[in-house]
């Protein structure tokens, strides 16, 4: 009775994680499709090229709150307060640093 109830337990867990972990996968790529289009029509100086490393970068040093924001943008459009959001990500210096590493300036006009 006790090993089955902690075969439960374990599934349980597991089915939690996987499930937790498929919504966090979804969350990240509505939060780069945001973020993308953001970069796109909001930072002209980023080459277009260079688009998809920049917005590795942002999702990659942004919190979990800001992955939110991020997605919810996605679904309702993005706006000045996105193109500020994804600023101050950029600003950070772990973002830098992760520009840098991809060969990339660092543009945050």
Known sequence: M???AALI???TLTACAETTQAVDNVARRSAKAAVAETLVTRFPA???QAVTPFTDCV???ASAREIGEFAKDAVIGVSETTAAL???VLERPATQ???V???L???TA
């Open 2 to 4: 006790i090993r089955a």
């Open 86 to 88: 994804v600023r101050s």
């Open 46 to 48: 980023v080459p277009q």
């Open 97 to 99: 640093q992760c520009i």
């Open 9 to 11: 337990a374990a599934l």
């Open 105 to 107: 300036s660092v543009l």
């Open 59 to 61: 999702i990659d040093n």
């Open 101 to 103: 590493g991809a060969g």
